[in-house]
């Protein structure tokens, strides 16, 4: 019986160029069908032990800003700073399970305005990337497996108005049928699903880990072009999650389980290949040419 994976995707950093942040990430999320009903039920637990509900929503902006903390946890769920703190890095944990695979693509949109006169929207270009990311990673498994993808339901009204959802269902139906213009698309089936995260653990997670993945390439993006860097400095939190991302032969991270464009190609650089290697003294996993954890919120 064919394997299947659930692709639960959210972004981070603004979807359109002009705007602030110089950085546009989407991160998915890989969860098998197999794992989905143990996972869900450990995150249902979780939540009900440290807030006496499992409808409570993890949400990324909600525990960086301490006024938005303070609304949203410590005064409605009368839970001590502590506790909460406790209770993400037991989220931490569960992001740790074996089965789970993480996966990005980010657009650096000052590089792209650079180098196009009419640069692809960031949102298109990176979900074509995490796409073909997906399917690479189904085509490697030894058995048959296929999967689906389920992103974050757009609330923000003004995107709503522009039609992002319907665009996006589009440019994924189109793979579908037709692959992309350097991917054949065999194991991906179903149209674009759209959940709103207040409704799902797992795309709760991938908005905790949508944020690491901005935050480290906002704090450290442009060493991972420097062709002489040699390690690749790792905010916090993204240390929590890093070891989670697929990697390629050799345990290669780049341009499997993270895809950055503008890449060296196009940038006229040597590439760099950073590495996953296992580091006891840390506990999750440093690059060679290698990286280095950097703490802060």
């Given at each position: ?33 197999e ?15 440290y ?13 960086r ?11 409605l ?13 037991r ?25 196009y ?69 065999d ?19 991938a ?28 905010y ?61 919120f």
């Amino acid at each position: 019986m064919p394997n299947t994976y659930l692709f639960y995707i959210d972004e981070s950093g603004q979807r359109e160029y002009g705007r602030t942040s110089r950085y546009f990430a989407l991160c998915g999320l890989g969860v098998p069908v197999e794992s989905w009903q143990l996972l869900n039920n450990n995150i249902h637990t979780l939540k009900l032990s440290y807030f006496g509900t499992p409808s409570v929503e993890i949400k990324s902006v909600w525990l960086r800003q301490p006024e938005a903390r303070k609304k949203h946890y410590l005064d409605l769920y009368s839970i001590t700073e502590a506790k909460l703190q406790e209770c993400i890095t037991r989220l931490y944990e569960i992001l740790d399970h074996p089965s789970l695979a993480l996966f990005a693509s980010v657009v650096d949109k000052t590089q792209m305005t650079q180098m196009y006169t009419m640069p692809q929207n960031p949102s298109s270009l990176a979900y074509r990337h995490i796409f073909e990311r997906f399917q690479h990673f189904l085509e490697s498994q030894d058995d048959a497996t296929y999967g689906m993808v389920i992103f974050d339901k757009i609330h923000d009204a003004a995107f709503r108005t522009k039609g992002y959802e319907n665009l996006l269902t589009r440019q994924h139906l189109r793979y579908l049928q037709q692959g992309t213009d350097f991917v054949q698309i065999d194991n991906i089936v179903e149209g674009l699903l759209f959940i709103s995260s207040s409704e799902n653990n797992f795309v709760q997670l991938a908005d905790l880990c949508a944020y690491n993945l901005f935050r480290q390439f906002k704090d450290h993006g442009r060493q991972w072009d420097n062709p002489t860097a040699d390690r690749w400095p790792l905010y916090s939190y993204f240390s929590r999650i890093v070891h989670q991302f697929y990697t390629g032969p050799g345990n290669v991270l780049s341009g499997f389980g993270i895809r950055k464009y503008p890449d060296h190609k196009k940038l006229e650089l040597p590439r760099i290949n950073w590495v996953l290697a296992g580091d006891e003294f840390f506990g999750w996993g440093v690059y060679q040419r290698g990286c280095e954890p950097t703490y802060g919120f």
